[in-house]
């Protein structure tokens, strides 16, 4: 077997389903031999990947988007076997594949996976609580969104209504934050973002000079501040000007240690909501996953 296709037929608000037949017409008309399995729920991109890899299928063609790679890379940070993915984005965002700098074009992608015309490097991945992602974790505001972004799933561009209704709304949080066992903050938060890559939330680039394989993450922590406020710091986010603006603190560390006071706390993982409470320790691993994402000869 040449190889395994994990396709989301939900990814991209019918992007993916649009895109569907034609793959499978490419794929078919290649030499190549394949298993192709579709999600169908949340979480089946990690039990797909798994799968693949108990038949010792090495290579894993990823149709769909953050969420999508977030579950395959939650099987593959697990495992021990040495097996890659090729991302072709079919979501909305596709906010990994332009961390590592991918062309966003599906056609021209599949014709780079199909004749073999990329190099594999390893990329690191951080992990929260059992949960591994691969882009960045934001923790508050972020989480917020994300959960209200899925209630209003079907609807036009959930995420914007989300975005601004939370921007009214949305309390903080209040914690602890040590970076390399080193306390940063103690007090009321807006927003916590762990980087790995550069980009989130549709091609926003929150952490200009993250690199997805230097063994560290890129941090922001924002300070909670007034209804009145917020808007322009979120004004200054969607111009990426918000790097000159000292509400806004850049570091970079290893290992993040957030002790809330609250009793849960929103945050979302490549775009998947998750819940957390207590004491949340994250971590980065290096170099851990491997992706085709550079074409053969680029010295990047």
Not at 206 to 212: E, L, M, R
């Amino acid at each position: 077997m040449d190889f395994g296709v994990l396709f989301n037929p939900f990814a991209g608000g019918g992007k993916a389903r649009n895109f569907r037949e034609h793959l499978k017409e490419k794929l078919l008309k290649s030499d190549k031999k394949f298993i192709w399995v579709e999600t169908k729920k949340a979480g089946d991109g990690t039990d797909i990947t798994n799968f693949f890899l108990g038949k010792g299928i090495k290579k894993i063609l990823v149709c769909g988007g953050d969420g999508t790679i977030n579950e395959s890379v939650n099987a593959l940070a697990k495992s021990k076997k040495n097996a890659h993915i090729f991302i072709l984005p079919l979501g909305i965002g596709n906010d990994f594949v332009r961390s590592i700098k991918l062309n966003l074009e599906p056609e021209k992608l599949l014709d780079i996976f199909l004749k073999e015309k990329y190099t594999i490097k390893s990329v690191d991945c951080g992990k929260i609580n059992g949960n591994f992602f691969v882009n960045n974790c934001g923790i508050g505001f972020d989480g917020a969104v994300t959960k209200l972004a899925e209630k209003l799933r079907g609807t036009k561009d959930p995420y914007t209504k989300a975005a601004l209704r939370k921007i009214l709304f949305y309390r903080g949080f209040k914690a602890k934050v040590r970076i390399d066992g080193k306390l940063k903050v103690n007090g009321s938060l807006l927003l916590l973002v762990i980087s790995n890559g550069e980009y989130y939330g549709r091609g926003i680039k929150i952490t200009p000079g993250a690199s997805i394989d230097d063994g560290y993450f890129n941090i922001l922590i924002v300070e909670d501040v007034s209804v009145f406020k917020r808007l322009p710091l979120f004004n200054s986010v969607k111009k990426e000007n918000h790097i000159k603006r000292e509400e806004f603190k850049f570091y970079k560390g290893k290992e993040v240690e957030v002790d809330f006071f609250d009793k849960t706390v929103d945050c979302q993982t490549d775009g998947l909501y998750l819940s957390l409470s207590d004491v949340s320790k994250v971590l980065a691993f290096h170099k851990k996953i491997k992706i085709a994402y550079s074409l053969k000869g680029d010295k990047k």
